[in-house]
């Protein structure tokens, strides 16, 4: 079995299994526990619950205006990077035949060029939050192994995604497999670290949206 | 209780004899009690942006990165993950999730209770919606439970479960009132079997701001409404909600409600206090559920409906004012427009802080904070924040609509040699009353 077999066949299946029973382990094991949600009589006026946790949802996207300045770097390189990743993983050519052969489900891809862009984009920007993080005292200080090891293992893959397009440093087939192996271990840490905010931050927003909506208060 | 220093030389207080295991496994016990789906979400959510450092009055007087918002709940989420997360018997087995050791509580003491005011701006300025000030009040319950709180704190507390108030005996209550109407000449009710208000105080009106107990009912008065004071349920500041001690929250929340109930009141007035609002009118569906046998309102929101209503009119002020906004009543407690719709009744300019409404910054000395002299450096050094902002506001009064943040805001003028008198919302009101009488109060609206 070459390194490509293996990368594509058992390693990419065990990380795939791995990343739907650990996200879904966590995401129920969270959720599961008793609510603990205090519902007192609402504000007259007040919007109903399912309102304000879609409402905290989306308000939460931008930063109010006393927090804008402090927090502009880590909003707009936030969104930088996470769009970038949505990109490159959902509308590269060879992503959008991979997940059709996975799922059977297709759409149009961007060219290739216009990705490349993206994502040395997303390198720079996942780059620049690695450095605002090592230079800032505050997150200095609240970082944890999760932080640098989420970070290193979303930033591998859209490098090892880049050389392989390029075909530099080594064999296509081998930076290929290196770059699918990145991708695996990805899949593997996500259950496992704070790559899970992906899906947990709408629930943590939507129930302290419903928490301060009850009382008429901003969220 | 003894005060002590950690190893690192890190001040904390410690109550009770228990052993360190003891004293460890108590605070883990009451921390897991507090693990629920919307915590986990919370907890689960937190990316380690820094955002909130910036909201946290605390952190951006004092540059020091410990006060960030979301290291305060360290050991709080090394619990969760060690004993309640989806992965917790994983991390334990592979030692992922180290034990929360008795000394790193002793150091956090002062992160969870002198350093955080439970003001709510860190919430507001999170990008995941977590929830950290409602966070940091659940993990002051586990240290509460492990006897882990500042001396002072813990005071108030025993003083509180005796006497039914931090502030006096409650056998003392009636004799306060009578002595407080005498001195302003107000006609005071207390201890009427049937009335349909009954009025509530906070421990700052019984020894600093007395004045407001003739306010009120002055107020009540006026407008010939049925209320009274009453022994059995006065004390509306509920210590229990700030120190984690959920058993005397309770029973702080049942003694005003059930006294209510008992005397036939339709509405429950709370004084001019932000935590008193959080407890009794956001909280106390923990023990009543989602329908509250009485209606309950703050005394900003009474004013608010009496001037509305036209059942009070107030006398033109016509000088402009700043208005500091509590974080439990505004930030936390939805009450917004209440007290500025008061002022402008009261042809008060209202001249805006740069930060101010939902987004205010706390006085520094809410959620106990005021109370507890350890926290005096950094308590002064986040009240300069707010003064600069009310002296660049440049507003001829200065007004608010809590005691606690009054008494902490006197203390940082003095501190500083401020010549700004901040002023109670009500006892505005009450000394501007028009003189012709209005009619009688109809029933409870919503």
Known sequence: MTLLEFARGPALEAALIIFIAGASWRFVGALLLPWRLVHATPRAGAP????????????????????????????????????GLAIIVLLFAPHVLFIKGLTGLSWPALPNNVVYVFGALTLASLLAALAHR?????????????DYLSWLLTFLPVLTGLLTAAHLGARYETLLAVHILSICAFLIWFPFGKLMHAVLFAFSRAMTGVRLGQRGAEI | MTAKTTAAGVPFDAQGELTDDARQSAAMRGFVSEFGAV????????????????????????GNPIYTPINKLQPFEQAYKRHAGPFAPIYRLFGLAPRVTL???????????????????CTLACPMGIDIAELIK????????????????????RTARAWGSPATPAEDFADIIHDVGEQYGV???VDLDKADYLLTVAPAELTDHTKALADAAKVLNRLGASWTYHTQGFEASNIGYLNGDLELQEKMTRRLIDTAVKIGAHTLVLPECGHAYGAARWEAARWYGDKLPVRIIHMTEFLQEAVENGKVRIKPINQSASFHDPCQLVRRGGVNEAPRAVMAAAKIELKELEN?????????????????????PIRYQ???LKQREVDAAGAERFITACGQCRITLDLGAKHFKWDKKVESLLEVVADNLEDEPRAPLEGPGQ
């Not at chain 1, 090592?134 to 609240?142: A, C, E, N, T």
């Not at chain 2, 000394?103 to 701006?121: N, P, S, Y």
């Open chain 1, 48 to 83: 109903s619950a399912p309102m304000s946790a879609i409402k905290s949802i989306f308000t939460k996207m931008w930063p109010h205006k006393p927090f804008q300045s402090a927090g502009l770097f880590t909003f707009v390189n936030g969104y930088i990077f996470h769009f």
């Open chain 1, 134 to 146: 090592l230079g800032s005292p505050v997150l200095r200080l609240i970082s944890r192994n999760d």
């Open chain 2, 39 to 62: 915590a986990a979400a919370n907890l689960e959510a937190c990316v380690r942006c820094g955002m909130c450092a910036n909201a946290c009055h605390f952190y951006v007087a004092t």
């Open chain 2, 103 to 121: 000394e790193k509580l002793e150091e956090w003491e002062r992160l969870i209770f002198d350093a955080c005011t439970l003001c709510g701006r």
């Open chain 2, 138 to 157: 659940k993990a002051r319950h586990g240290m509460f439970k492990a006897g882990l709180i500042p001396d002072r704190l813990q005071l108030m507390d």
């Open chain 2, 187 to 189: 006609k005071m009710n």
């Open chain 2, 356 to 376: 101010h409404g939902a987004l205010a910054w706390c006085c520094g000395g809410g959620g106990g904070v005021v109370s507890n002299a350890r926290a005096d």
């Open chain 2, 382 to 384: 986040a009240f300069q």
